[in-house]
């Protein structure tokens, strides 16, 4: 494995400068680009799941976080309050609250749940200057939340389809967990004290792992302070364990809320809240696929999908038209022409990229792409336009395999 600093800054992901401050990354063009397709996936993945989006504030009043219990349990990592004549606002240390209020905008039947909100939103955390580096430990977090709002008889099921998203985002992303971890509380008083809850949600998550029939382990201390929850760990090159995605079953903050719905009997019952993050926060989430794939990122996520390269000089006009029609059906291309050294340099220099498109005087005047994909293969010269759509195929299927098709080679 790599150290996605290094990787990042060498890629031109991502960089930091002293003036903005440690722990605050900023995204150059292509670490943007990897990071679109990554968000955009998982909206999509949301979308067909039954999620709703929506966009909440990244301030709230200190009030809204002494209800959530985040005060009173959280605050060592939170962001101090800014006075804002008078009135106290704060970073918000985490989406749950928000999300709270948005279900408790109006009242609610039993009809609408589960009511899946998602927000791919940002956060804060005061960590240290002292651990923060690159994407993994940062103060400013976009994270990719859900808050499933249901009933008690929901619960394993809206857990167990968490659960299947996140396998499905891991094959796509080419990403094998360390392990599953059901995690939780320790000793101490950082936790939410109400024993018959945290009880009753750990009971429910061990179903829904025994029932998936993953490998887990059970690991005390782990828990957020509000409940247990499953965690997905990922280990990096040197075999540190982060936690990488996330299913929670909490029935304290809708107690917190006094959240309600109207039942089939007429009365007010209390729904249950499913947090769950399927890739966690971007920022580690992309640290985990840099070093997981040293660059070589499975073609849909790649910054740059096809290097366009012609021979000499005569071929350019080409190779600028490959790359305009890349351009309309919304693939990533770049021409690598002959400024930048002769052919075999320029073909090393394009090795992450996953498509090396050869265009030399032949392939030019008959419109055809001599292929070098970027494990080695070569695939035999064949029309632009069909070469483009067999990449636009597996780009769009999020497949992590190169190729799938007749190589003629
Ligand atoms: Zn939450």
């Not at 796509?172 to 509380?185: C, E, T």
């Not at 840099?290 to 990122?297: I, K, S, W």
């Not at 005047?365 to 483009?388: K, N, S």
């Amino acid at each position: 494995m790599h150290d996605h600093r290094r990787l990042g800054r060498e890629l031109g992901l991502f960089d930091t400068d002293p003036l903005i401050g440690a722990g605050l990354p900023y995204w150059l063009p292509d670490g943007a680009a990897v990071r679109h397709a990554l968000e955009e996936y998982i909206r999509a993945a949301e979308r067909k799941a039954g999620y709703r989006h929506v966009y909440s504030p990244v301030l709230g009043k200190r009030e809204l976080y002494e209800i959530s219990g985040h005060w009173s349990h959280y605050s060592d990592d939170m962001f101090p309050p800014m006075d804002l004549g008078g009135e106290q606002v704060v970073l918000r240390p985490s989406l749950c609250p928000h999300h709270a209020l948005i279900y408790r905008s109006r009242s609610r039947s039993y009809r609408e749940l589960p009511l899946r909100i998602a927000e791919l939103g940002g956060m804060y955390r005061s960590e240290l200057s002292g651990v923060l580096g690159g994407l993994t430990r940062v103060r400013a977090i976009q994270l990719n939340d859900a808050h499933i709002f249901c009933t008690l008889e929901q619960v394993a099921e809206e857990a167990a389809g968490a659960l299947e998203m996140i396998r499905r985002a891991y094959e796509a992303l080419g990403i094998v967990p360390a392990r599953y971890r059901l995690s939780l509380p320790g000793p101490g008083g950082k936790y939410v004290a109400a024993p018959e809850l945290w009880e009753r949600s750990t009971a429910l998550l061990t179903d829904v792992l025994d029932r998936s029939g993953l490998p887990y382990e059970a690991a005390e201390g782990e828990a957020a302070f509000y409940g247990p929850k499953i965690d997905v760990q990922v280990a990096d090159g040197a075999g540190r364990e982060s936690t990488l995605s996330t299913v929670q079953v909490d029935f304290h903050q809708p107690e917190r809320f006094d959240l309600r719905y109207v039942g089939a009997d007429g009365a007010k019952h209390r729904p249950v809240m499913v947090h769950r993050s399927v890739i966690g926060s971007v920022e580690r989430a992309v640290a985990h696929l840099v070093e997981q794939h040293g660059g070589a990122f499975p073609a849909w996520l790649a910054p740059t999908q096809l290097a366009v390269l012609p021979v000499s000089e005569a071929q350019v006009p080409e190779a600028e038209a490959v790359v305009r029609r890349c351009v309309e059906l919304g693939l990533r291309a770049e021409v690598a022409g002959p400024e930048h050294g002769g052919l075999g340099a320029r073909v090393r220099r394009a090795r992450l990229v996953p498509y090396q498109a050869v265009i030399g005087a032949k392939e030019a005047a008959e419109g055809l792409l001599a292929v070098r994909l970027r494990d080695g293969r070569r695939l035999a010269p064949r029309p632009a336009e069909e070469f483009l759509a067999a990449v636009g195929a597996l780009v769009g299927a999020h497949s992590t395999a190169l190729w799938d098709g007749d190589d003629r080679s």
